[in-house]
T-cell receptor
Framework: GIQVEQSPPDLILQEGANSTLRCNFS?????LQWFHQNPWGQLINLFY???GTKQNGRLSATTVATERYSLLYISSSQTTDSGVYFC????????????FGRGTSLIVHP | NAGVTQTPKFQVLKTGQSMTLQCAQD?????MSWYRQDPGMGLRLIHY???????DQGEVPNGYNVSRSTTEDFPLRLLSAAPSQTSVYFC????????????????FGAGSRLTVL
């Protein structure tokens, strides 16, 4: 099956700093999703981004499908951004069921 | 619209006991899936279903059974619980639809924390 690697595994920021999270995948995909898991365990979809760039407030994401990576940008980080960020791609060619990377754990200090 | 509902939220079992984690969605999504989350491992796919009557294995299916008799429900059964099945379990659903807004976007339940002693 497809392999998903996320980096860095851990990230600690001061409030107001910017950061970039990366997701590499081993095969071509037709969709990619970014999720945020808050400290209470809730998983929320941030972006559905098979290619191109999308923005939502302080967050934006870019997927370069031909080079098999996606980036999640967090600008002016806030303590509420803390949690784990996951990217997910289809488990295999033609699958509609995502497989996940191991995530990036982000801590934002006030 | 309740979304994806999982029960129970917490459960403690003894080794060898069986139980069922319930998952229900009211969004008429055809795809449903179960993941387990362990520290440092991300979410790993256990079983999934692409429609009523159709199920398939994911990455870590051993020790678990599923069935999908209705579009709404997708229970996960632990046949004989083992300490290695101590984990947080998430159910998710999505729908297909080429080009439709929201298609293939996963909606997760709140999770079920299972401890096997």
């Amino acid at each position: 099956g497809i392999q998903v690697e996320q980096s860095p595994p851990d990230l600690i920021l001061q409030e107001g700093a910017n950061s970039t999270l990366r997701c590499n995948f081993s095969d071509s995909v037709n969709n990619l999703q970014w999720f945020h898991q808050n400290p209470w365990g809730q998983l929320i979809n941030l972006f559905y981004i098979p290619s191109g760039t999308k923005q939502n407030g302080r967050l934006s994401a870019t997927t370069v499908a031909t080079e098999r990576y996606s980036l999640l940008y967090i600008s002016s980080s806030q303590t509420t951004d803390s949690g784990v960020y996951f990217c997910a791609v289809p488990a295999s060619g033609g699958s509609y069921i995502p497989t996940f990377g191991r995530g990036t754990s982000l801590i934002v200090h006030p | 619209n309740a979304g994806v509902t999982q029960t129970p939220k917490f459960q403690v079992l003894k080794t060898g006991q069986s139980m069922t984690l319930q998952c229900a969605q009211d969004m008429n999504h055809e795809y449903m899936s179960w993941y387990r989350q362990d520290p440092g491992m991300g979410l790993r796919l256990i079983h999934y279903s692409v429609g009523a009557g159709i199920t398939d294995q994911g990455e870590v299916p051993n020790g678990y059974n599923v069935s999908r008799s209705t579009t709404e429900d997708f229970p996960l059964r632990l046949l004989s619980a083992a300490p290695s099945q101590t984990s947080v379990y998430f159910c998710a659903s999505s729908y297909s639809g080429q080009g439709q807004i929201g298609a293939n976007v996963l909606t997760f339940g709140a999770g079920s924390r299972l401890t096997v002693l």
